[in-house]
């Protein structure tokens, strides 16, 4: 089975020395990506984050190539006259993190309201807002919802800014959307549309499903398989792969986030084909609402206004064993077997 190489538009590719092993995993599957600035220092300017492309870039094994799409984080202290700089070093959006609200966010964003320059600004450059959609002071299972009012006040204050609310995980996040314009799209994860809250702490704890936003109930996870599948265009593909090694998750006081990316594209293929969604574009009948290549190789490239890839991903139904980890990282799925193997054309082995 072949597709179009897929987007991803949201990973974290972290720094080194994690960070050759991540981006020459991710290159083996994607062709382009939308790069989180949530490093340590942040991405907060132009110098920054050409020096971080320029790191990526000479992370990749030879032969490998990878499209990165850059991000800038929103910070209150950022100046809106940093910002056509950034967009000019290949800044297409700026990511905002409500204060404290995952890894690295201690910086970000109490007020959304005191962003309101940088947020015209973007509006007026076509940058487009790419929001972790959490309230940093509710209940956990809450703060999605809970912070629906601030996203539609930015929606509303800014009438043309592009806006995607970052892997949604609750129905409550999926209704919302979809009473906002089209220009407010929203990224959907492999992890929730897979686990709910019950496979993190309902049995034994399971550190490596853990991750912001925490997923949520049955019903929730149910809403975002309707949205994926109804195929309206604005549920596309990011996959927040987010590794921390190994002891960084299995630890007293352990980080957030799963690490998806070399399983990503074989999980949703089973996904899809268990759900009877057609995997490519050819075999889309008239009565299929979408397919797997629309969810991750289309919609998001035509939300951000990108031309499609021109690459392949190459779906081979083989089975697999996912490894235990990828050096001292533990993927999603560790130890399953998996009925695809994904494998990007031109893309080499790492
Ligand atoms: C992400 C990380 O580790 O950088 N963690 C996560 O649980 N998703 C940050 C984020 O996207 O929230
Ligand atoms: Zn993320």
Known sequence: MRITAPDDFHVHLRQAPLLQGIVRDTAHVFERVLVMPNTD???????????????????????????????????????PETLPALKEAGAVGGKLYPAGVTTNSEDGVRDVRSI???????????????????????????????????????????????????????????????????????????????????????????????????????????????????GSGRFFFGSDSAPHPVSEKEASCGCAGVYTAPVAMSVLAELFEDHGVPLSEDDRKETDATSLERFTSRDGAAFYGLERNTGILDLAEEEWVVPASYGTVVPFRAGKILRYKAKKEGGNEP
């Not at 050409?50 to 990165?68: H, V």
């Not at 600004?121 to 929001?131: C, D, K, R, Y």
């Open 116 to 230: 309101s320059p940088q947020l015209e600004m973007m509006q007026e450059l076509g940058l487009v807002l790419e929001v972790h959609g959490e309230s940093p002071n509710g209940f956990v299972l809450d703060r999605e919802a809970e912070f629906l009012p601030d996203l539609e006040w930015i929606v509303t204050t800014f009438p043309s800014l592009r806006v995607v609310l970052e892997h949604v995980t609750s129905a409550a996040a999926v209704h919302a959307l979809e009473r906002m314009p089209e220009r407010v799209g929203a990224t959907i994860t492999v992890h929730h549309l897979l686990i709910t809250l019950d496979d993190v702490i309902g049995g034994k704890i399971r550190p490596h499903l853990f991750c912001k936003p925490v997923a949520k109930r049955e019903a929730d996870r149910e809403e975002l398989l309707a949205a994926v599948f109804g």
């Open 41 to 79: 220092p942040p991405i907060v300017s132009a110098e920054l984050l050409e020096n971080y492309r320029a790191e990526i870039d000479a992370a990749l094994a030879s032969g490998q190539r990878l499209s990165t799409l850059m991000t800038f984080k929103l910070l209150s202290s950022l100046d």
